[in-house]
C-alpha cells in the first residue's frame, strides 16, 4: 500500500522569504502522480503544483517549485518570497498512474505560519 | 463555470441517526470523489464514482455509502452515526477518474452529538 508521510505538523516563515516544506512517500508503482494541495483557513482545498514520476524536470508554478527525488522518494514543495496569503495547511498527495483511478492519498498536512 | 457545491455546508446530528450529503460536480465533470477529513485521522478516501459506477472504496465500515446520478451529483449516506463520525467531507470532480487535476467543493461540516 502506499502511504505519505509530511514530518512537519508545522512550520513558519517570515514574509517575503523562502521556506521548505517536506514530503516523502512509499510505493511499489513505477507510474504515478505527486501533488501539493493548499488548505486555507476557508477549507476549500487548490492544487498548488503536480509533478509526474517519469519527469525528471522539477515542477514550477511562479513562486512554488518542488524538489523531486524519485529514488529516494521525496518530494519538498518551496514557497519562495513568502506571503501572508500562503498562510494554510499543505498537503502532499498521492496518486498511482496505471491503477486508472483518481484516488488521493493524502500526508497528514504541514500547518504554514507567515509572519509580517 | 460553477465550482464544486457542496450541501449542506454544516449540519449537526445526533447518534444513531443518519444523514445524506451532496455534492454537485463541476458541469461536465463524470468523476466524483468523496474523502473524509479529521484532526485525527487526516484526509481519508471514501469512494470514488464515474458515470453511475462506484470504481474504488475506502476502508470505511458499511454505514458510509453513497450513489451517483445520471447528472453526476453524488450523495453520500452514514446510518447510524457516532461520535467519531464528525468530519469534514470533502466531494472532489474531475472530467475523468484519469484527470490529474481534482477540483475539490468547501466541504460539508458534520458534527455528532
Known amino acids: 500500500a502506499q502511504t505519505v508521510t509530511q514530518s512537519q505538523p508545522e512550520m513558519s516563515v517570515q514574509e517575503a522569504e523562502t521556506v521548505t516544506l517536506s514530503c516523502t512517500y512509499d510505493?511499489?508503482?513505477?507510474?504515478?502522480?505527486l501533488f501539493w494541495y493548499k488548505q486555507p483557513p476557508s477549507r476549500q482545498m487548490i492544487l498548488v503544483i503536480r509533478?509526474?514520476?517519469?519527469?525528471?524536470q522539477n515542477a514550477t508554478e511562479n513562486r512554488f517549485s518542488v524538489n523531486f527525488q524519485k529514488a529516494a522518494k521525496s518530494f519538498s514543495l518551496k514557497i519562495s518570497d513568502s506571503q501572508l496569503g500562503d498562510a494554510a495547511m499543505y498537503f502532499c498527495?498521492?496518486?498511482?498512474?496505471?491503477?486508472?483511478?483518481?484516488?488521493?492519498?493524502f500526508g497528514q498536512g504541514t500547518t504554514l505560519q507567515v509572519k509580517p | 463555470k460553477a465550482g464544486v457545491t457542496q450541501t449542506p455546508r454544516y449540519l449537526i446530528k445526533t447518534r444513531g441517526q443518519q444523514v445524506t450529503l451532496s455534492c454537485s460536480p463541476i458541469?461536465?465533470?463524470?468523476?466524483v470523489s468523496w474523502y473524509q477529513q479529521t484532526p485525527g485521522q487526516g484526509l481519508q478516501f471514501l469512494f470514488e464514482?464515474?458515470?453511475?459506477?462506484?470504481?474504488n472504496k475506502g476502508n470505511f465500515p458499511g454505514r458510509f455509502s453513497g450513489r451517483q446520478f445520471s447528472n453526476s451529483r453524488s450523495e453520500m449516506n452514514v446510518s447510524t452515526l457516532e461520535l467519531g463520525d464528525s468530519a469534514l467531507y470533502l466531494c472532489?470532480?474531475?472530467?475523468?477518474?484519469?484527470?490529474?487535476?481534482?477540483?475539490f467543493g468547501p466541504g460539508t461540516r458534520l458534527t455528532v452529538t
Open positions: 472532489a470532480s474531475s472530467p475523468r477518474p484519469q484527470d490529474y487535476e481534482q477540483y
Open positions: 510505493t511499489s508503482e513505477s507510474d504515478y502522480y
Open positions: 509533478q509526474e514520476a517519469y519527469k525528471q
Open positions: 498527495a498521492y496518486r498511482g498512474y496505471t491503477s486508472n483511478t483518481g484516488k488521493l492519498i
Open positions: 458541469s461536465g465533470h463524470r468523476s
Open positions: 464514482y464515474f458515470s453511475e459506477t462506484q470504481r
